[in-house]
């Protein structure tokens, strides 16, 4: 599995619930349109000695690095557009990274 990550805080205007709405959107269309097989969203509560690391990790899956690319290059061509404008609109704090599973419960 290849995983898109981005780490992000909210603008201080911005309510929790209004970010899980505008997510649900976000996710829903990239489910059914491009290529995201999973996702997860995490809200980093206690970050000990990572002060720096923003408030929320969102986590897109998808089944190849293929699939990963081609996915993201077509966001790429409509990330102005709803729902990602939203999503583009609401944070103050932007950080992503790739990665590839070396060990899930299928390879032990």
Same mark, same amino acid.
């Given at each position: 599995? &290849?995983? &898109?990550? =981005? ?6 205007? =911005?309510?929790?619930?209004?970010? !899980?709405? =505008?997510? @649900?959107?976000?996710?829903? !269309? *990239? ?6 097989? @999973?996702?997860? %969203? ?5 970050? +000990?000695?990572?002060? *720096? ?8 899956? &998808?089944?190849?690095? !293929?699939? @990963?690319?081609?996915? %993201?290059?077509? %966001?790429?061509?409509?990330?102005? *557009? *709803? ?12 950080? =992503?990274?790739?990665?590839?599973? %070396?060990?899930?419960? !299928?390879? +032990?």
């Amino acid at each position: 599995m &290849y995983s &898109y990550h =981005v780490y992000f805080s909210l603008k201080q205007s =911005v309510t929790r619930a209004k970010m !899980e709405t =505008v997510m @649900g959107s976000f996710v829903a !269309e *990239e489910m059914q349109d491009n290529l995201m097989t @999973g996702y997860r %969203l995490l809200h980093m509560k206690d970050k +000990a000695s990572s002060q *720096e690391i923003p408030d929320y990790h969102f986590i897109a899956d &998808y089944a190849s690095a !293929e699939d @990963g690319t081609i996915a %993201l290059k077509d %966001l790429a061509t409509r990330y102005r *557009e *709803e729902p990602h404008a939203s999503l583009m609109r609401i944070v103050s704090d932007f950080r =992503v990274a790739f990665s590839d599973d %070396l060990i899930t419960p !299928e390879s +032990a």
